[in-house]
């Protein structure tokens, strides 16, 4: 994720860019209200150091596989006036998503352990030290 700078700005290009983001997500998110923004004299969209807090949620959120509307939602309730229902309902929702991220955390890892085991498999085919035992045609042999 970027790190902000308090005093730049960025175009919706830019900010695009940094996020690797389309232009047109930008732009959807500002529409729905989801992702702050202010105006140029030339009416364009200009974002800053809260828009970057924003996006870099927005991505975190997105990556543990939060629906926007859902997100737009915890948004919405971070902008509320708080209370101690509002600061609970935050927290579950994420609690909730830090719980999907360590699960998927996990996954990730399962995986590469599994890739690892098999391109160690693949190395001492490759050396001549086991034969190849991988390709079906080879099972009934």
Known sequence: MPKEDAHMTYTVKEFAKMFHATEHTV???????????????????????????????????????????????????????????????????????REAAHKKAAEAKAAADYMDHKAKHYEEILAGRIPDDTNPVNWGD
């Open 27 to 97: 732009r959807y998110y500002t529409d729905i209200g989801l992702l702050p923004c202010r105006r140029d004299n030339g009416n364009h969209r200009v974002f800053d150091e809260p828009a970057v807090n924003w996006m870099r949620a927005i991505t975190y959120l997105k990556s543990c596989g939060m629906p926007i509307r859902e997100i737009k939602r915890y948004f919405d309730l971070c902008q509320m006036e708080e209370s101690e229902e509002n600061l609970r309902a935050r927290y579950e929702i994420i609690a909730k998503q």
